[in-house]
């Protein structure tokens, strides 16, 4: 192959790759540009501080789904973290360990239900046995969906390491225990809090698995056993409304939580460069 | 700032305990009206009422399971379910009916300026995929002068199972014998042709967005995205459209059953619109079966509650576009919630 | 002495620690793989299990239920979304990782991750409100009229032109997928050892050749695992789809007609079902899901671990 030739196709090829990524980029610009000018309106103090109001009265806000949205995500991430971080880990640090093939197999099943199954899960787990709807088990059903995310990105993170590392703490006579806490965990502190974010951030745009689990409330509420309100709940629910101040503050919800995601990525990839 | 924190939560957690606090799940269709019901009652007393719109067959399910303190449906419950009720529990469930709805044709014809017109066995037959243009001879017959173009019928339906469905798909089984035998009823039926869209909004958008489609809807959402629905011909042979007074007039009955499980579609009323449905709250009515009944204060601040929803509280109906009940059924309803009991003892 | 107990106590307890957790998290999968079977268990029941699987009948009002339909459309939309995604997540993981310079590198890459964080209702606003009307008015029109004039014999097959259906729902979903695989490979690219890279600069290779002969065959388990990743998203989601596809019970007759797929008829019907054979049907058809996912993952991990010898270490 001559020369020239050569340099033409590595050209093209250059121009096909950036022009491959503006595909990719630009529906995403869309969507937020879109979700941006349909919500931007409904955004305002009673839209933080006040509980709903009924269709036609002006006013009223979505207080208690968003004190609900905070409840509700950081206790999954408490459950789905833990059982997630200590998947990953295993996978990741004791590779001969024979729980690894299941585990990896459930990590990537799991990622594949559909999100509404897993609300009925919890709801047949927590909600019966309790007697009641709850945030708690609408956490549940949001922790399972983080399970696998959280695994698979530990596990990712901690192969990313060089090996050279668990054997420069072992070959000072640290056990495995120790080296797995002090060198290996905080080696990929970064890598690991994307990983919760993301799988948090995942979470917090569903609405399907709280429909059973969490219930929502119309009332402002920090109980974590009784009915909580979450915001991927009220767009859900004000969307199919016919109303269009009702519409509008789905709209409005859908920004808030786009921009409340947006936030925890940044997060997550400062966490990365630290 | 940390004691400042401290007060809020002292002041918060009673202000939040104090009350009584009833949970009830359901219907979506009148979540709007039972938003503001409950918006209005808390105003008015104090009690809390935590509805959600998880859907009708939810809202039946949580019941059975005592999740909840009441639940509500589009549909009145089947005679099975009653009996499941009955045999589980040992209790029937009482039908406590809170405003009217209309289930509209809807469609989107460009350039047409008056309702066009409908029978129910034409109806039977665009949603069969019998009727295939909209300039078809069926259609110019019931709408003399009218300029029909000659777009393909796009037929779009629910593909959630709905309440809306059910009175829509009961309302054609009525009035042909094809639909009943090919289709029947049913709150999610098997669709001979045509696109689902999910809930109501999704069936508006549509219809909205597709030249020559047709489908049903609430009268709200028909009313409130300005889509044109059409007028149904009803069993006195009057091309009704529908609107607050003809719902009524479909529900005016004479010989109202007790237990208010009744069906309004193909009304024999003059003036009524034949293809409108009450919706309903339901409660067990021995209330101390349901488990999530913790008190007697509980108990009786339900039975206040729906006193006042089937009293004063109709007069919230008709801002929102619901038809408020008609006396019949508002005399049925006091029957029947004078019969509700906890322990065995009156509410009243 | 005491070291050794330290380290062998304190090994104990910690693997001990790891092993509970892990078998919390397979106590919550079996756990769940059980309810869905139990559910669902009476229409399997009532069909034969590959009665009710092969069966493309469902109606609520006959109460006869078969999950065909919705399996074929789960597997057509995934395939087709995965075909869609495949090269533009390649692309964007190629340039965020090999040619963009490091700034423009690190907003390619944190925009393509908030692709993934975006709800799928937003997904679905969208498709419906930009997207379908942009499928109808530029695709399927000018197909629909095309066809009326010269090719009358496909209209059939091509259905009123709405926007609304499987390929909408595709592009969507293409769309959504997208992130998963292009984070995964570009995670593997970035792991392709510098040496490796210099050592066929210094052969004279093109950046390309370089990309093309060392860094994409080093890389493909990490492509492969983000491609199976991005499959079982797609064979998962949802409420994007259920807003696109039309949901039609009937079996799918084409790509701009109406479908269902296995998530969205649950979607659908789960909130209303009251027949106690509809419910378990619905659970039942959770359970295919599961099996189905199942299966690609079972597949996809055999593939992966013969093609796994320039993986690294393992």
């Given at each position: ?274 | ?100 709805g209309a289930v509209v044709p ?9 309702p ?102 609430e009268l709200v959402?028909a009313v ?5 629905y059409g007028a149904v ?7 009704v459209l529908a609107d607050l007074a003809t719902v009524?007039?479909a ?21 009524g619109y034949p293809v409108a ?44 576009h619901?038809a ?25 | ?314």
């Amino acid at each position: 192959m001559n020369l020239r030739r050569r340099y033409l196709r590595d050209r093209i090829m250059v121009a096909f790759v950036y022009l491959g990524t503006l595909v990719v980029l630009l529906p995403l610009g869309f969507i937020l540009v879109h979700v941006f000018l349909s919500g931007v309106g409904a955004l305002n103090w009673d839209f933080f501080t006040k509980p709903p109001a009924p269709p036609g009265e002006p006013g009223g806000g979505m207080l208690p789904a968003i004190v609900g949205t905070f409840v509700i995500d950081l206790m999954a991430l408490a459950m789905g973290g833990a059982l997630g971080l200590g998947g990953g880990v295993l996978m990741a640090e004791y590779p001969e360990h024979p729980l690894n093939r299941p585990l990896r197999l459930v990590a990537n099943v799991l990622g594949g239900v559909p999100a509404i199954l897993m609300g009925l899960f919890a709801f047949v787990v927590v909600v019966l046995p309790m007697g009641g709807f709850s945030a708690f088990s609408g956490s549940v059903a949001l922790a399972v969906l983080m399970i696998p995310i959280i695994m698979r990105a530990t596990e990712e993170v901690l192969r990313m390491l060089p090996w050279e590392l668990r054997e420069a703490g072992l070959a000072l006579g640290l056990p495995r225990w120790r080296v797995t806490l002090s060198l290996v965990l905080p080696a990929a502190k970064g890598g690991i809090v994307t990983g919760l974010l993301l799988a948090l951030a995942r979470a917090a745009g569903e609405a399907a698995p709280l429909l059973f689990t969490a219930f929502g409330n119309s009332f402002l509420s920090f109980d974590p056993l009784g009915p909580m309100d979450s915001l991927p709940l009220k767009i859900y629910v004000y969307a199919i409304s016919p109303y269009e101040d009702w519409i509008r503050q789905a709209w409005g919800a859908a920004l808030l939580l786009v921009l409340l995601l947006m936030v925890t990525n940044y997060l997550a990839r400062r966490a990365v460069r630290r | 700032m940390l004691r400042r924190f401290f007060w809020l939560v002292f002041l918060l957690v009673p202000a939040l305990a104090a009350g009584v606090t009833l949970n009830g799940a359901g219907a979506t269709f009148p979540y709007p009206l039972y938003a503001k019901y409950f918006s209005a009652y808390h105003k008015l007393t104090g009690v809390r009422v935590n509805y959600q719109s998880i859907g009708s067959g939810g809202g039946i399910r949580q019941l059975y399971a005592q999740t909840v303190h009441f639940g509500a449906s589009d549909a009145p419950l089947t005679d099975e379910q009653v009996e499941a009720f009955e045999r589980k529990f040992g209790t029937a469930v009482v039908h406590v009916p809170t405003a009217l709805g209309a289930v509209v044709p809807i469609y989107n014809l460009p350039g047409l300026s008056t309702p066009l017109r409908f029978s129910g066995p034409l109806l039977a037959d665009l949603f069969l995929g019998k009727v295939k243009k909209w300039n078809d001879p069926r259609i110019a017959e019931l709408n003399p002068g009218v300029k029909l173009p000659p777009f393909p019928v796009t037929v779009v339906h629910r593909s959630d199972g709905s309440g809306t469905t059910y009175v829509w798909t009961e309302y054609l089984a009525k009035v042909s014998q094809e639909w009943r035998d090919r289709v029947g009823v049913g709150k999610s039926v098997s669709w001979p042709t045509g696109l689902g869209g999910k809930g109501n909004e999704g069936v508006a958008g549509l219809v909205r967005q597709t030249p020559g489609a047709i489908g049903y809807a609430e009268l709200v959402y028909a009313v409130q995205n300005k889509i044109a629905y059409g007028a149904v011909q009803n069993r006195a042979g009057k091309f009704v459209l529908a609107d607050l007074a003809t719902v009524k007039a479909a529900a005016a009955i004479d010989d109202f059953p007790t237990d208010t499980r009744v069906s309004l579609t193909d009304t024999p009323a003059l003036d009524g619109y034949p293809v409108a449905s009450f919706t309903w709250i339901l409660v067990y009515r021995d209330l101390d079966k349901n488990r999530a009944f913790k008190s007697k204060a509980e108990a009786k601040a339900l039975f206040d509650l729906l006193w006042w929803i089937v009293h004063d509280g109709q007069k919230l109906n008709e801002a929102l576009h619901y038809a408020a009940l008609p006396e019949v059924a508002v005399r049925a309803s006091e029957a029947n919630l004078r019969a509700l009991r906890y322990r065995g003892e009156p509410l009243e | 002495m005491k070291a050794r107990l330290y380290g062998k106590l304190g090994d104990a307890l910690f693997t001990a620690l790891l092993v509970a957790l892990a078998l919390g998290v397979l106590g919550v999968a079996g756990l769940l793989a059980w309810e869905l079977w139990v559910g669902g268990a009476p229409a399997f029941r009532a069909f034969g299990f590959w009665g009710f699987t092969l069966s493309s009948e469902w109606n609520a009002v006959s109460e006869r239920f078969g999950a065909w339909p919705f399996l074929i459309g789960t597997v057509v939309t995934s395939a087709a979304a995965l075909i869609l995604a495949f090269f533009p997540s390649l692309a964007a993981a190629i340039v965020v990782a090999e040619y963009a310079p490091r700034r423009l590198g690190e907003v390619v890459a944190y925009l393509i991750d908030l692709l993934a964080a975006l709800p799928s209702v937003v997904y679905g606003l969208w498709g419906i409100f930009v997207l379908v009307p942009l499928v109808r008015d530029h695709v399927e029109q000018p197909l629909f009229l095309w066809s009326a004039e010269h090719a009358p014999a496909l209209m059939g097959l091509l259905g009123p032109p709405t926007g609304i259906g499987m390929f909408s729902a595709v592009l969507v979903l293409a769309l959504m997928i997208l992130p998963y695989a292009s984070s995964l490979a570009r995670d593997a690219i970035r792991l392709v050892p510098r040496e490796q890279r210099e050592a066929m600069y210094a052969l004279g290779a093109t950046r390309w050749e370089v990309v093309r002969r060392v860094v994409l065959p080093y890389a493909r388990g990490g492509i492969f695992a983000g491609v199976v990743l991005a499959l079982a998203r797609a064979i998962g989601e949802t409420m994007a789809v259920t807003m696109l596809i039309g949901n039609s019970g009937q079996l799918p007759y084409s790509v701009f007609g109406p479908a269902a797929t296995m998530a969205s008829v649950i979607a659908n019907e789960f909130t209303e079902a009251e027949g106690e054979l509809h419910l378990a049907s619905l659970l039942a058809v959770g359970f295919l899901l599961l099996l189905l996912s199942l299966a690609v993952n079972l597949i996809a991990d055999f593939i992966l671990r013969r093609m796994s010898v320039g993986e690294g270490r393992k």
